[in-house]
């Protein structure tokens, strides 16, 4: 199938403008591009307006590309007149199944009408797009590309196919998201809930006990996280921080320390038994994540990049407070 650059995608369609879709639309916007909406509610067109107005001071301090237009926008009737002339398509409808099924087969055939290379991603949070794709005649085009809120600000996108998805969709998905300077997670197999929002998922479930068991207040959990290791992870994910907690030892020494206290009762949640193979595993994904720097300069990189995080939401808050 003939393929154009993904760089020639100059439209797309933002099909359901609410928080995600509207957030999608002025990060397209932001990067150079127009977009086509179409959203069913009689007050979509304002409240979009709001969302793009609010992301602009951001997005324009985060860097616009040349052109870009935050009036390069119309909605249109119907959401196959939206798709209609577009180059890529994002749906960002409510999270409901039969609502996203009935929406992806109709998406489907306006993207195949609108081009060859013509890919369909749903914003959707956690349905597999196999259980999505049931009413399309023809789901090759559909993926999930996953976002984060605001999707204007946080970068990161996971995109993953269903079984009817073509290879060439999910790779073309993921090399336009990339373009536009997002950083994407490409699965290759379906996983409810995805990557990141499995680890929101734990995290939150635990709070949840937490909070029902009488064990620790909504604030406490919330401080633990903002002042404790929410702190890192800007920096290093759970796996890399974790290796600096093993010091010079790195990850093997971490695991060989605490592999024990995975059988504690820290979490409701069951942890996995680590053998050998998981151990070794992770300890290669340590050196990988490492990317061959010594464990003094990963140190001081954290270091400096939790100071600038914290003084950076501190100017933040204090700012904040004074537009309150
Ligand atoms: N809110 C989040 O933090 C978040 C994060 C990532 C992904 N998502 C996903 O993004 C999608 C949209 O969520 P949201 O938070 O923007 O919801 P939302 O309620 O803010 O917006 C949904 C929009 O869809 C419109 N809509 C209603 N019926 C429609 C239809 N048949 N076709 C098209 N649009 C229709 C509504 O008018 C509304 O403007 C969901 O799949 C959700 O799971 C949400």
Redesign the pocket.
């Known amino acids: 199938m003939p393929e154009r650059p993904v760089s020639e995608i100059r439209t797309v369609a933002c ?9 999608w639309a002025a990060y397209f916007l932001a990067r150079g591009l127009r977009v086509r909406a ?4 009689p007050d ?1 067109e304002d ?1 979009l307006r709001r969302v793009i107005d609010a992301a602009w001071p951001a997005l324009t301090e985060l860097g616009l590309a040349d052109g870009a237009d935050p009036h390069a926008i119309a909605l249109f009737p119907t ?1 196959a007149e939206a798709v209609s002339g577009s180059g890529f398509v994002q ?6 199944l039969d ?2 099924r ?2 992806l087969a109709e998406l489907a055939d306006a993207a195949a009408a609108a081009g060859p290379d013509v890919v369909v991603a ?6 597999p797009m196999t259980d999505m794709a049931t009413d399309a005649t023809d789901p090759s085009r559909l993926v999930v590309g ?4 605001p ?1 204007y600000l946080i970068p990161l996108v996971e995109v993953v196919g269903g079984e009817q998805t073509a290879a060439w969709a999910t790779a073309r998905a993921a090399a336009f998201y990339r373009h536009i300077g997002k950083s994407v997670i490409e699965m290759d197999q379906e996983l409810p809930g995805f990557i990141a ?1 499995r680890l929101q998922e734990a995290i939150w479930r635990e709070a949840l006990h937490m909070v029902a068991a009488g064990e620790a207040t909504p604030e406490e959990i919330d401080r633990s996280i903002t002042d404790g290791p929410g702190l890192r992870w800007p920096v290093h994910g759970p796996c890399l921080t974790f290796h600096l907690a093993g010091g010079e030892g790195g990850m093997a020494h971490m695991l060989d320390h605490f592999g024990p206290s995975l059988q504690s009762p820290w979490t409701r949640l069951e942890a996995p038994e680590l053998t050998r193979e998981l151990r070794d595993d992770m300890v290669a994904g340590a050196e990988v994540s490492a990317g061959g720097r010594p464990m003094a300069e990963l140190v001081a990189e954290r270091d400096r990049a939790v100071i600038a995080v914290r003084r950076a939401v501190q100017e933040a808050r204090a700012a904040g407070a004074g537009h309150s």
């Not at 099909?15 to 957030?23: E, F």
């Not at 749906?91 to 409901?96: G, Q």
């Not at 749903?122 to 349905?127: C, I, L, N």
């Open positions: 099909i359901g403008a609410g928080v995600i879709g509207a957030g179409w959203d069913p509610a979509a409240k959401a749906e960002s409808a409510p999270e409901d609502l996203k009935a929406l749903s914003s959707t949070s956690g349905y996953h976002p984060f809120n999707p929002n």
